[in-house]
């Protein structure tokens, strides 16, 4: 089953995005299967067809091993690497057609353990897409847009897997922002415009400096500004996931 993985920072919107899409995508009649990486989630906007918290009890963890909560959910990360079969035999029971996977509240430990990379690879060998959330009210500052470029790059060097950007929570800021922050994303020149306009000293320079640097990278990512409370964007965005995951097919025949 072709897999989208939904990352982000923490509080950027991926569970509410992951509940939003599923139920948009449940009501265009499309067979999708929603699965919950996060072993830390207390509560979730959605009821999860696969969860980890059935195989990885923080709380256990904790006790166990006595850990504090931080301690416990890096452990609570490497564990799911062990039970990487036994979600994938949930996945493949649920026998749907896309898989959207909510991953862990801190992104580090998703990105920036080996175990990330490898319940990626191992979960599906059908086509998948990394889903990087841009929380819009802290992408308005372009020091902190160019910021999370540059966490998304880090991303990417983790999964090499094809990226899409999601402009988060669009519905908090105004439109005239939504349009300026994907042009920048469109165009390098109006966020190096930007950056000469609204910042200065080390900020400007730093900016400037961070921009070619990802510039130089070659790489560039579609932002397509969405709102899960709105479902803003949702059609454009499943568009373009389609596009990845299945060369322009539907998800379903
Ligand atoms: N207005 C608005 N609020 C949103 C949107 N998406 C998420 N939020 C709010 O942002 C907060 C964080 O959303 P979550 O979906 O829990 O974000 P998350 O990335 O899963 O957070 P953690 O897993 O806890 O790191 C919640 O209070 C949501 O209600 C959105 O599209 N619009
Ligand atoms: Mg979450």
Redesign the pocket.
Known sequence: MPAAFII?T????????TAALSEWLKMSKQDVAVVNL?PG?LKL?YSPDVDVRNYVDVGDLMEKYELGPNGALILAADLIADEVDNITKDIEAANADLVLV?T???MELFAFRASGPYIVNELTREPKAIVY?FDAVFSINPLNYVSNMFLSAAVYNRFFQPQVHLL??C??IPEKEVATITDWAANPRALENSIEERLEGTKRLFSRNMMNAINKLGIKFLLVP????TNEGLVNFNTTLERILTGGEKYTS
Request: no cysteine.
């Open positions: 982000g923490a509080g950027s919107g991926k569970s509410l995005f996060d989630a906007p909510d862990p509240g801190q959330l988060s929570k519905d908090l969405v709102s899960a409370k």
